[in-house]
């Protein structure tokens, strides 16, 4: 009985393309195509071969940023002339190398003072600087801001929407002809 599932294969009637040799050999380029061809092998070998070093330079540079602690700061890199994160505050380099704690900016305590009944709408932080939107007891809103590591107003600005209110801009109004 025959396998219809095998039959070729004993027989070796298929075709294996790896195995094969080739028919023609391959005719010699010219020696100008020869020439550019190992030009680009060159090339193409030196630009594979940058790549890969500074693939491995980008690997070891991330390696050590993960592997190396931030407390590696040693009392020689700090510069003497750091300045401080806390305004006023002078800093000596071998004390803060020695000190693992950061430095506790001081505690400041002000009072602004608002007529009686004003309240603050909003209020708005920036470097030194605090604004605060408030409503005064006469309905107005104005603008206060306030140096608080000084200790002082620096403006103060009322906006009026009464119907009364000059505008900022005057636009000019057209001449009238005399009554005759």
Do not use: C, W
Request: net charge negative.
């Amino acid at each position: 009985m025959r396998d219809d599932y095998q039959s070729g294969y004993d027989d070796m009637d298929y075709q294996d393309p790896y195995n094969q040799q080739p028919t023609q050999p391959q005719a010699q380029l010219d020696p100008a195509v020869e020439k550019v061809r190992r030009k680009l092998m060159r090339l193409m070998m030196i630009s594979i071969g940058i790549t890969i070093v500074l693939i491995l330079i980008i690997l070891a540079a991330v390696i050590y940023k993960v592997t190396s602690s931030p407390s590696e700061k040693t009392p020689t890199e700090v510069s003497k002339t750091e300045a401080s994160p806390v305004p006023g505050a002078e800093t000596d380099a071998t004390s803060e190398a020695k000190t693992t704690q950061p430095a506790v900016p001081e505690f400041i305590r002000r009072s602004i003072a608002l007529p009686q009944g004003t309240r603050i709408l909003s209020q708005s932080l920036s470097n030194d600087m605090i604004a605060l939107e408030t409503l005064t007891p006469e309905g107005n809103t104005e603008l206060v801001i306030y140096d608080y590591r000084q200790g002082h107003l620096v403006a103060g600005i009322t906006v009026d929407t009464s119907p009364v209110a000059k505008q900022p801009v005057e636009e000019p109004t057209p001449q009238s002809q005399p009554a005759q």
